[in-house]
């Protein structure tokens, strides 16, 4: 049950940080635009004139300005160039004083010849 909580809670936290929230009150707006608009006009005129954007309802001009808002509180970031200092690489490499070949070693498994005792062995707990 706490599993089943915490997924939902991280659903609606990750939808809340993409913006989803604002898509989400939009679409309600549309919905009841639509159908306040089609109780007036026909369908097609009725959706013409909700998705123009020349006639907004409230909740239309709402979602405008909390879009702005927010917009405005982002922390503005400014992107600092790096700055090195200009000193100049030194490589070097060095060969070993002593060199020596190590012995070749044989990890293969070596081949089981034996064949399985008879009868086989039974199991404890019967």
């Known amino acids: ?14 939808l809340g ?3 989803t929230h604002w898509v989400m009150l939009q679409t309600v707006a549309w919905a009841s635009m639509l159908a306040d608009n089609a109780r007036t006009a026909p369908i097609s005129a009725a959706f013409e004139k909700t998705f123009d954007g020349k006639h907004p309802c409230a909740l239309c001009k709402q979602i405008a300005q909390g879009k702005q808002s927010e917009r405005k509180s982002d ?12 000193a100049p690489v030194v ?3 060095w060969s070993p004083g002593q060199f ?27």
């Open 1 to 14: 049950m706490f599993a089943r909580f915490a997924h939902l809670l991280l659903i609606v936290a990750l």
């Open 75 to 86: 922390v503005q970031t400014e992107l600092k160039q790096l700055e090195f200092l200009n």
């Open 100 to 126: 020596r070949s190590l012995p070749a070693q044989n990890f293969s498994a070596p081949l089981v010849a034996e064949t399985p005792p008879v009868p086989p062995p039974r199991d404890l707990a019967a």
């Open 17 to 19: 940080a993409t913006g």
């Open 91 to 93: 490589l070097a490499l």
